[in-house]
């Protein structure tokens, strides 16, 4: 305004002097020639200076705007290092937008500037605002893909829009102010820069003047550069968050994590790493992972780590390591190699999990396990008991028989031929033989193990099962039917636990049909087998088995008949027996139509064996 009226004063002085000059030449019509020479010198005096005066006028014009441009570039500058040090701070990128639009309504006198972020590919929020029209806006979310807002219009198409002289308000802007109780002379002009980074908008830069025509082009170009620091400073906020996070979780996890280098040297620890092995971050830095975990021979974690390198894939171990203490304890490892952009692998990551809890519970329960199956050997052989008696009170009469007649004719002076004799001890050692291979399949029950397992015929273990149990089927009045079918595959198992299988469902049956006291009592036994197949069933003609107890009379302990001796583990039993041998039992019958169980072996042809 000071230069608009110095310029006005400068022309008035002009015509003043102009007048002047001509109102001397009407006075002095005929002047002479001193004063025509005087009149013209100061009138070309008086023009001189008044090029000069508008020169210098114009120069400082040009000085001031080079000046407020110096000034908005440095502000700029200045702003951008306080928005890197606010994100090496890691400030929250909320406040950091919001510092920024704060301080660029003060640089470039402006009524509002905003940030719009992209949330998904339909939505984008206004993250942050500051300027007089700021009020009630800070977390308004606009459309994209509207067709009114500018901000959605540079995102939409990743290009500047610019408004240099506004004849329409959006919605936003006409409900903005309304609400402030302003006119829409503040929304004159307005800009929106597309933020890009690495080929992808991620939003908008907005502002907005209540001048026209306030955008020229060094703005414009300031803006635009200041727009390309501003996204790159975004980025690094929201990836120092990401990374602040990553890291939180990471120290709190309950398992160990440690970084290492490509080499396994260890860069990084978190809290339960410590906990777990007794080192602290400044005793293992550097140090081989492995190495640390107490493996001493470092020509082996060196081989270990370039085989890492090599295969690029992750690896798992399960192994006993040392602590610092020197006390052992079990861990899982998992390492997972880090790749950059090229895929050159640069670091690894090792989590460590303890489970040396879990062995110990593991160790208990197969203890557990093995009392269990101890119980059940012993109530399998409970079942046999009567079997057994009679099985070895054959050969222990005959060997009393023999013995007996031995003893009377000595006594009475009875002498026996010498072959006699002979034939005598013979058959008392072949009796003893007999009772002492009872004893030895006996024995075999408790203590038979997976080594014991060979290639067995299911027809001669059921024989074998029915010779020890067979006579008290008889006492209880049960009549057998086999139909075993010839030349069946062989099974892969141990020929003891087959037979008490057999002895199991055998004397289960037994047990049903005392329960109803008929007396046409039978057990069936059929085999049979296919291509790929071995099959038994075991059926009865007693009450057969409720439909609600199906799924629980395989659970040990679990039993039929509450309040009586039995412990509940015959079919228990008989399951893990059939599981052991990779097979299935199921149990085919209704109830009141008797119990009928499919057992399923895989075969195994005698040539293949």
Known sequence: MRIVVKRRGLVVIL?????????????????????????????????????????????????LAQEAEKTQDEACERILMQTASKVLEEAGIGAILNFVCEQLVTVFEVSLVRVILKEDSDNVKVSAAAGKLAVKNG????????????????????????????????????????????????????????????????????????????????IVTRLQRFSDQLTIAISAAQDRQKLSLLIAGL????????????????????????????????????????????????????????????????????????????????????????????????????IKEDITEQKMAAASMAKANEVRTQAE??????????????EINQPLNSIKMIASGMVYAYHNGKERPTADIMRNVEEISRQADRINNIIIHMRSFIRRDKSQATYCNVNEAIEQSLAIIGSQLAAHRIRVHKELTDRLPLVYAISTALEELVVNLASNAMQALDSIGRTDKQLAIRTWADKNHVYICVADNGPGIKAAYKTKVFEPFFSTKPGSDNLGLGLSIVQSIVTSCQGTIAIISEENEGAAFLITFPGISEEAV
């Open 139 to 218: 977390c308004s979310t606009l459309n994209c893909t509207a067709a009114g807002p500018l901000s959605g219009f540079a995102i939409k198409t990743s290009t500047l829009q610019v408004v240099q002289d506004k004849t329409k308000l959006a919605c936003w802007q006409a409900k903005l102010l309304a609400e402030l109780g302003l006119d829409e002379t503040e929304f004159q002009s307005e800009i929106a820069l597309p933020l890009i980074l690495k080929g992808n908008t991620i939003g908008a830069f907005y502002l907005s003047s209540n001048r026209r025509n306030y955008w020229d082009k060094r």
């Open 15 to 63: 015509l003043i002097g102009l007048l002047g000059l001509y109102s001397f030449q009407q006075m002095y019509p005929q002047p002479s020639f001193y004063l025509r020479g005087l009149s013209w010198g100061l009138g070309s005096t008086v023009l001189a200076l008044l090029l000069f005066f508008l020169n210098h006028v114009r120069r400082k014009q040009e000085w």
């Open 377 to 390: 050997k012993l109530s399998s052989l409970g079942t046999m008991a009567a079997g057994l008696s009679h």
């Open 251 to 350: 120290e709190a996890a309950a398992n160990a994590i440690v970084i290492t280098d490509k080499n396994g040297n260890v860069e990084w620890i978190n809290p339960a790493f410590a906990a777990l092995t007794g080192y602290t971050q400044s005793e293992v830095s550097g140090q081989d992972l492995m190495y640390v975990s107490g493996y001493r021979d470092k020509s082996f974690c060196q081989r270990f780590w370039q085989q890492l390198n090599s295969d690029g894939e992750p690896w798992r171990g399960e192994f006993a390591h040392q602590r610092k203490d020197g006390s052992l304890y079990e861990e899982v490892m998992t390492i997972t190699p880090v790749t950059n952009n090229q895929g050159e692998i640069t670091n690894f990551i090792a």
